[in-house]
């Protein structure tokens, strides 16, 4: 194998790495907003007539979304390592054919002002998530006692 071989073995290797997991972030991400969609719509219709299992759907709404929290801050520590090495790479090539902008991620690492990173945002909604699914199971625990 010759050099230039081996750095595009390791530019796949390494862009083939990031993309599956900025991808799995994505459609986990995805995932977790249906799920909440339809935990709401559960607690919704419980909550007149069966306080008590509204309650539970809204503690569960509440630990789905600390966990989803949690497997999110996973992908993300991937999806940098892969970006690590894709970094090099891009320095690499701009080193070879003098184009100094090839180096991308290190033009997009930080957000500019007037935006956000993937990171910042998608916490903010899942703690929103999480926050409301509890302030939930408050309304409904209230709701029950007042049946009682």
């Known amino acids: 194998m010759d ?7 390791v530019f796949d290797h390494a862009w083939n790495w990031f993309n599956l997991h900025a991808a799995q972030r994505m459609q986990t991400f995805n995932f977790f907003l249906v799920t909440t969609a339809f935990l709401i719509a559960a607690y919704a219709t419980l909550l007149e007539k069966l306080p008590l299992a509204a309650l539970v759907i809204a503690l569960v709404g509440s630990w789905i979304a600390f966990w989803f929290t949690r497997l999110d801050n996973r992908t993300r520590q991937l999806i940098k ?4 090495v894709l970094k090099t790479c891009q320095s690499a090539m701009a080193r070879r ?4 902008t090839i180096e991308i991620l ?3 690492d930080k957000p500019t ?4 990173s993937y990171t910042i ?10 926050t409301v699914f509890l302030f939930s199971a ?3 625990s209230y709701r029950f006692s007042c049946l009682r």
């Open 81 to 84: 390592a892969g970006e690590e």
């Open 97 to 100: 054919t003098n184009i100094p």
């Open 138 to 140: 408050a309304y409904a």
């Open 106 to 108: 290190e033009a997009v």
């Open 3 to 9: 050099r230039d071989e081996i750095d595009e073995a």
């Open 121 to 130: 945002i998608i916490a903010v909604i899942e703690w929103t998530v999480f």
């Open 113 to 116: 002002e007037d935006a956000l």
